[in-house]
């Protein structure tokens, strides 16, 4: 036994030494070394299983305890299973260049066809060298016909496949290379439901089966140009343009459901389709004393003269009334380029009192501040910007007043020109709660906070009372609450843990106290 345990335990060393070579067998990509590998795994792995057999009845004839036996065969069994993985990475390995190869037949065997199909197009459409080129015989080329993608709804169905079929199915092209054609005409939506079939002429029936089953349904077609009828929407006024555009879509899914012949199926919503045109509904049946009679093929013909008797009115005044809406509702672009014109007069936008083109400041149509004040009112407009649905102090933009500089438009500005001229020009001051350039005026009064004198800053527009870390140290008081909350500022927010105190505030000279009022502890905010 012992010999047949040494034996086995060479093995087991043959094994890993073996195991150690598969990745650098697999790295070197040769194919005849890797299945070489392969067969040594294998044939290590066999005479080890074989060997431990005969080892195993040795030991169960002498009387071993079964707890040693098993444990034996758990180490010999780890080892086998690491020898296992990488019998698995080595086929791995081969499948994929089998795949590979298999792969790059199909793309060389679709070359062939598609070079071949060239050729056959080629000589079909190459004039017979004996036929006499006569004017009588001579036929014009037609232009290469191009099939639009299928977009994947029922309405364009019909449309894709009867071009498909005529123009690639019925031809004498391979089956492969019709499936590469139908696959490129499929969105992506579409392509979804056959990119997963292998890339034979079996694939390729079965795509067309799952396409005609899923996208072919003569019902659901029909209905899809039922809901595109019902989907019209209802037109309250004459506008010529929108009823072209309500007669072009009603025509299109009348003349498809005509070819169908499925039209007399929804001839019971003609009276509900024309109840969507109140404005020319008189004009319409004013000439047929049977018109709740219609079908859907007399009402598109009667919205189609119509049309025809008011067509859409495209004159130069409304083109231009449209270019000047467009650009008004654009805003200013950053990106500037030099004008070769530079000599001429800078185009700017719109003015927004009276639509003329030059500055707002510059208008001399509404000269009075208080008539355009009121215009930006109704207009809901910026005072501060003179554009956007937003409020002055709201407003992102850091410009401000050219004659006082302050928050508002220099087009409101009560201030005279000539004013602002004779003043000097304000040195940069440190604002309160705007961004505004200027003098600033600190409010700050001297109090007592329970005994201890200090002074306060008075912001009228703060939501909250705060004090320093350091007054409540020396107060030597407790919160009596702890509540994180929003706090807001001038261009942002941001949530912080704020203490509330109670604390009493009293004012020099003047006496006025709060008691029982809650302040917030700040470490930003100092208080001397």
């Keep these: 036994m012992e010999a047949t345990e040494k034996a086995l335990d060479i093995k087991l060393t043959q094994l890993k030494m073996t195991i150690g070579k598969t990745n650098a067998v697999i790295e070197a990509g040769k194919a005849e070394s890797i299945e070489r590998q392969l067969s040594t795994l294998r044939s290590i792995t066999a005479e080890i299983n074989r060997m431990r057999l005969e080892v195993e009845a040795k030991k169960i004839e002498a009387k071993e305890e079964m707890t040693e036996i098993e444990t034996w065969n758990a180490e010999i069994d780890a080892q086998l299973e690491k020898a296992d993985l990488e019998v698995e990475k080595v086929l791995k390995w081969i499948e994929d260049r089998k795949r590979e190869a298999q792969a790059l037949v199909q793309e060389e065997q679709l070359k062939f066809h598609k070079t071949n199909l060239e050729i056959q197009a080629e000589i ?17 080329k037609l232009p290469k016909l191009v099939i639009t993608k299928f977009d994947g709804s029922f309405m364009d169905w019909p449309r894709f496949w009867g071009q498909f079929s005529e123009t690639i199915d019925k031809t004498s092209v ?15 939506k579409a392509r979804r439901t056959v990119e997963a079939l292998p890339f034979t002429p079996e694939g390729y029936n079965r795509a067309k089966s799952i396409l005609l089953e899923k996208f072919g349904k003569e019902s659901e077609i029909v209905k ?34 005509q070819t169908m012949n499925k039209l007399a199926q929804v ?41 025809r008797r008011n067509p859409v009115d495209t004159s130069q ?9 467009a650009k008004r509702n654009l805003r200013p672009s950053r990106i500037y380029h030099a004008r070769r014109d530079a000599h001429l007069k800078p185009r700017c936008w719109p003015c927004v009192y009276c639509g003329e083109d030059h500055r707002a400041a510059e208008c001399t149509k509404i000269t009075s ?5 009121q215009i930006l009112l109704n207009k809901r407009l910026c005072f501060n910007c003179t554009t956007g649905n937003h409020r002055a102090i709201y407003c992102k933009s850091s410009s401000a007043c050219q004659h006082c500089h302050k928050r508002h438009h220099t087009s409101i500005c009560n201030m005279p020109a000539q004013e602002s001229i004779n003043q000097p020009t304000p040195a940069r001051g440190v604002a309160l709660t705007t961004n505004q350039i200027g003098e600033g005026l600190f409010p700050v009064i001297v109090i007592e906070v329970n005994g201890i004198k200090c002074r306060a800053l008075i912001d009228s527009g703060a939501g909250s009372s705060y004090v320093s870390a350091k007054l409540i140290e020396l107060l030597r008081i407790k919160p009596t609450d702890v509540q994180t909350k929003t706090i807001d500022m001038l261009m942002s927010s941001k949530a912080a843990r704020l203490e509330t105190y109670d604390l009493e505030l009293i004012c020099r000279p003047s006496i006025f106290a709060v008691s029982q009022s809650n302040q917030s502890k700040q470490d930003r905010t100092v208080v001397h």
Aim: with cysteine; net charge negative.
């Design 124 to 140: 079909q459409t190459a004039p017979h060298p004996q036929q006499a080129a006569t004017a009588s015989d001579m036929q014009a």
């Design 174 to 188: 391979a089956a492969i290379t019709k499936f590469s054609y139908l696959r490129e005409l499929l969105d992506t």
């Design 224 to 257: 899809a140009y039922t809901k595109e009828i019902l989907d019209l929407p209802t037109l309250p006024n004459g506008n010529p343009k929108k009823i072209c555009e309500f007669g072009e879509k009603l025509t299109y899914c009348v003349q498809a459901l």
């Design 267 to 307: 001839n019971g919503m003609v009276s509900m389709t024309l109840d969507k045109l109140p404005a020319i509904r008189g004009d319409l049946v004013r000439n047929d004393p049977e018109w709740e009679k219609w079908d859907f093929t007399q009402l598109s013909e009667a919205i189609r003269l119509w049309i």
């Design 317 to 325: 005044r409304e083109r231009e009334q449209e270019q000047q809406t």
């Design 369 to 373: 501040v208080a008539d355009r004040r």
